[in-house]
């Protein structure tokens, strides 16, 4: 026999809704204004100084030479300046050399706070985040979001990219190596950056229900295939985020709660499934995967992948035709886009991988 669980009782929604976002992204490092200013002016001052020497009657190759010389100081001109536009020379050079003074000191600025060395950080960043496909995006990097970027981070080869607006949390995905992007999650334009179309899965983990709201209806707008997992602080926003499009809705107050209570109450029962989930000391993993199109373990039964792809191995679990079946009988029939959880050693789980081609 099966047992068959509704996923909508697990759920108590269904994806939904949609969201837009306007435009806002904040980058990480940033040209400093006052050197674009300077420059801009430099090149203000070589353009008016040439066409002044123009009108003076020198050519204008002569006029673009003897404008840089009076900026740069160098000190050549052409024989036949008139008293006019040896007076105009004087002052571009007075002007120039102030100008000149201004973009040098920005420049050493954005050098010694390391601004340039942060811009190419953050294009480095940005073609990574180009390349990223199937991958986790985490919104929000407060303790929620640090600590599902820690137990991502401890699967390996799972990628993923956070986003916040804090810098003070952006400071710690930066101090522990990770690929983040400092901007509003809410706008559609920092969720393309962080290639939210090619993305497998988001966390919305921020402190706010409203964000993580936001989050949901933008992520779920971008790509409707998205796997969305949504912190709600408030039990009210648990219909919301659902209503926005969340595949699913963790409240960490309620999952304390129950937590505490089964320590209490049951303590080697907690104990043992954080060892199960964990691995610790059993030797197996527990593994979800997802039956792909065109794969060798289409349309074939429970029994013959087990005993053949797991060797060995168990299923535990298969979300079929949306419904969760946590007894699976050796005949069930898996077809494309079937959700299976397997447990097994490292070797069979891997083997497992390897007949369907997941890296």
Not at 196 to 213: E, F, I, K, T
Not at 229 to 240: F, H, L, M, N, T
Not at 346 to 351: D, I, L, N
């Amino acid at each position: 026999m099966w047992s068959l669980m509704p996923l909508d009782d697990l759920k108590r929604g269904a994806p939904g809704g949609s969201g837009a976002g306007s435009p806002n992204l904040t980058q990480i490092h940033r040209v400093p204004r006052g050197l674009i200013i300077g420059v801009a002016a430099l090149i203000v001052l070589i353009g008016t100084g040439s066409i002044g020497f123009i009108i003076a009657g020198l050519s204008p190759v002569d006029a673009v030479l003897a404008a840089v010389s009076a900026i740069t100081t160098v000190g050549y001109f052409p024989s036949q300046l008139s008293t006019g536009a040896k007076l105009f020379a004087t002052a571009l050079i007075l002007v120039g050399v102030g100008a000149s003074f201004y973009v040098l000191g920005s420049l050493t600025e954005f050098l010694v706070e390391g601004g340039l060395r942060g811009t190419w950080r953050q294009r480095r960043m940005e073609r990574d985040m180009e390349q990223l496909v199937d991958h986790y995006i985490i919104s929000g990097f407060g303790r929620v979001g640090q600590r599902a970027a820690t137990q991502l981070g401890e699967k390996g080869s799972v990628p993923f990219v956070v986003v916040d607006t804090n810098p003070a949390t952006i400071a710690v995905a930066h101090h522990r190596g990770l690929l983040y992007l400092e901007g509003d999650a809410t706008k559609n334009v920092v969720l393309e950056a962080v290639g939210v179309r090619r993305a497998q899965g988001l966390l919305a983990c921020a402190d706010s229900d409203v964000n993580n709201v936001y989050v949901t209806l933008s992520a779920r707008t971008l790509n409707p295939d998205l796997y969305i997992v949504a912190r709600a602080g408030d039990p009210d926003a648990e219909q919301k985020l659902y209503a926005a499009g969340a595949s699913r809705v963790v409240s960490p107050y309620t999952m304390a709660g129950n937590r505490m209570a089964h320590l209490a109450i049951q303590p080697l029962a907690a104990d043992y499934i954080d060892v199960v989930i964990r691995g610790q000391n059993l030797g197996v993993q527990i593994e979800e995967r997802v039956i792909p199109p065109r794969s060798t373990l289409e349309n074939r039964t429970v029994g013959d992948i087990r005993r053949r792809e797991l060797a060995g191995g168990h299923v535990l679990a298969v979300e079929h035709d949306q419904q969760l079946i946590t007894f699976v009988d050796d005949t069930l029939v898996l077809v494309p886009g079937d959700r299976v959880l397997v447990a097994g050693t490292a070797e069979q789980v891997a083997h497992f991988d390897e007949s369907f081609g997941k890296p």
